[in-house]
């Protein structure tokens, strides 16, 4: 069935360019505290059990706008600010999509490679609940706008999965509950309501706690690196539903599956899962029988515990929008979204690994988020950049991109996590730790010097030029003035030289200790190691 036009208006409104960003945020993680489930084993394996798990993922889309109306998405504005006629169902509005949330849908369908619908429809789905004003919700039901894609993950144990996207859809966010503000009572608050969503459904091939974290770990990255989603965790931003069952291994038919309800941190996805496995085998071999419901995860006690009864599609009533025409996607919109698209995580990755020599975990570091492995090309094109011969300009293309991510994935990520800033805000920039960098491979300071030069950029004191020439940081590499402070210090130790002389080798960092606390630290280690070794010997 195709809904009729309805009203003339345009088809599609653009969002609104004044209406202030999403903030970005990092991901965050919902405190809780770890242990043992009550009265449930944590077991590596399931004995003859195989779970089957898919997941329907919620990712907030990056529009300043909502899906139908022009209210503001900015989050954390006072209650019911940010809540238009529209959002509200007043009599006589109709809503019009926002065209920047379809063609964030169409980004991710090319980027696990759906199928595109040329022609989709958005639905009513019917429920109640105080939150939702209009008594359904606008999603898309029997034609979303993507379907039949796949995305490859790595799970933590080595292996690499293929997952199914059985489809991608848009719809709205419904408003918030809030019963704990108010005495016997609970207030509404719309401003999430209308608030666009893109619910990416998986097939039910997942079959551990891990894997289901392994694919929402990937989709949480995929979607931050098309720009689509902040993946903020903490807002709501990027949260998901999980379908779990169990079935004896071997069997084909799924058994009658749970759904966990609204969880929005990897760790307790992981716990919640592994809980209600084990619930539901529990409950099989006791007799029982597994009643298809809605449940919620307990962070405090670490247990699922039963919401609602489960609905089917039946229940829900859908029907396409009447007010709402059919999304019309042609051939040269793709065409226009394709041609921006980005390199994705995957194949940034293989490319580090065969073209830079990187290894594996680094290359898998660096392209955790595209502000990161951004960095790191804007870092390597600088070093690339200096003049041939001057420090690291100088080593090979493969050791200059191991220099550089050493230092990213290093230095740079330890000072970011203690500041809490991202890297879009490091104060330190590609062009200025380059310069660094080439200092440290051109032999003006030593490798331990260039960390505490290094900090000093951090807090704001100047480029590393600006800062080893106002500290006196430039390497020692004078033949004579090592060789005199060595001289020095042999005649200051004679036991340990003797000693040396017997055969005692480990003695020789004692010597570089003292020779780099002589020259306070500004010796050249390669050309004081071999000068020690030369004066060393008997």
């Not at 966990?260 to 619930?279: G, T």
């Amino acid at each position: 069935m195709t809904p009729s036009p309805g009203p003339s208006r345009p088809s599609m409104a653009s969002e609104d360019p004044s209406r202030p960003s999403m903030a970005s945020g990092a991901l965050g993680l919902l405190p809780g505290a770890l242990g043992l489930l009550p009265g449930v084993s944590h077991l590596t394996s399931h004995g003859s059990w195989q779970p089957v798990i898919g997941l329907e993922i919620h990712a907030q889309l990056s529009c300043s706008s909502k899906l139908f109306s022009g209210a503001s998405t900015t989050y954390g504005a006072e209650p019911n600010t940010h809540a238009s006629v529209i959002d509200v169902a007043l009599p006589g509005t109709l809503p019009v999509p926002n065209r920047a949330a379809l063609d964030k849908a169409i980004r991710f369908g090319l980027a696990v490679g759906a199928q595109i619908a040329p022609h989709s429809v958005f639905a009513r789905k019917n429920y109640f609940y105080p939150d939702l004003p209009k008594g359904y919700q606008i999603s898309q039901y029997e034609r979303p706008v993507v379907s039949a894609g796949r995305l490859s993950v790595r799970v933590d144990d080595g292996r690499t999965i293929e997952v199914e996207i059985q489809r991608a859809h848009l719809e709205e966010d419904a408003g918030k509950s809030v019963h704990d503000a108010f005495h016997a009572a609970t207030g509404i608050d719309l401003n999430r309501s209308g608030t666009p969503l893109l619910e990416i459904v998986s097939a039910p091939v997942l079959h551990s706690p891990a894997e289901a974290v392994a694919y929402l770990r990937t989709v949480h990255t995929l979607v931050r690196w098309l720009g689509i989603c902040d993946g903020n965790m903490q807002e709501g931003s990027f949260r998901c539903d999980a379908n779990v069952s169990v079935r004896r291994s071997g069997e084909t038919k799924l058994g009658t599956r749970a759904e966990i309800k609204n969880v929005n941190s990897f760790r307790f996805v992981e716990k919640a899962i592994e809980y209600e496995i084990e619930r539901q085998i529990r409950a099989l071999e006791n007799g029982e029988s597994i009643v298809q419901e809605t449940r919620l995860y307990d962070a405090a006690h670490h247990r699922t515990r039963p919401m609602r009864s489960k609905e089917d599609a039946d229940d829900y009533r859908y029907f396409p929008d009447p007010d709402l025409p059919p999304l019309v996607v042609a051939a040269a919109d793709i065409a226009a979204i394709r041609a921006t698209m980005p390199e994705l995580p995957a194949e940034r990755r293989a490319r580090y690994q065969a073209e830079l020599g990187l290894p594996e975990g680094d290359a898998e570091q660096l392209c955790v988020d595209r502000a990161t492995a951004d960095f790191f090309e804007a870092l390597l094109a600088a070093l690339k950049g200096a003049a041939p011969g001057s420090g690291a300009a100088g080593a090979s293309p493969h050791g200059q991109a191991k220099i550089a991510a050493n230092w990213v994935l290093g230095e740079l990520a330890a000072a970011q996590n203690e500041a809490a800033l991202p890297i879009e805000a490091a104060r330190v920039t590609p062009a200025q730790l380059a310069q660094l960098l080439l200092r440290v491979g051109d032999g003006t300071i030593s490798g331990k010097i260039a960390k505490d030069v290094f900090a000093a950029m951090w807090r704001g004191e100047g480029d590393a030029d600006t800062i080893i020439a106002a500290r006196g940081l430039r390497q020692i590499s004078d033949s004579s003035a090592l060789e005199a402070a060595i001289d020095a210090i042999l005649a200051e130790f004679p036991k340990p030289l003797a000693d040396y002389r017997a055969g005692n080798d480990k003695l020789l960092q004692f010597f570089v200790g003292q020779a780099m606390k002589r020259t306070k630290g500004q010796a050249n280690p390669q050309q004081l190691n071999a000068l020690l070794r030369e004066k060393l010997a008997p």
